[in-house]
């Protein structure tokens, strides 16, 4: 059955594992190529490897809101400004204050 084998993860457990073990070494030296400068669309794992891009894209997404949100200086309003939002979520909403039709 030699004439069958297909370059398919999931065709047995051992490929499975040798290509979650492509998958970590790949993740791994992450760190080293983007601290290198290098750019990490041009790997080759990276390049043949849904699971890869898929993560890569969300670390991307993650350091890109990373970004917006937390600029170099934060203004020191800005600490305020997530207490503020955090009360609010959790304010419970109260029957007697909230819906008083004497209000109106
Ligand atoms: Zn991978």
Redesign the pocket.
């Known amino acids: 059955m030699t004439d069958s084998f297909l370059p398919n993860p999931d065709h047995s457990p051992q490929q499975a594992a040798a290509?979650e073990q492509?998958?970590a070494s790949?993740q791994a030296s992450m760190p080293a190529i983007l601290a290198a400068g290098e750019d990490l669309q041009l790997d080759p794992?990276?390049r043949s490897?849904p699971?890869?891009q898929a993560l890569v894209r969300d670390l991307e997404a993650i350091a890109e809101a990373a970004r917006q949100l937390m600029p170099a200086d934060p203004p020191d309003t800005l600490w305020d400004q997530i207490q503020r939002a955090i009360a609010l979520e959790e304010q419970p909403t109260n029957p007697f204050t909230d819906r008083d039709p004497a209000h109106d």
């Open positions: 290509a492509a998958c790949f794992h990276l490897c699971r890869c």
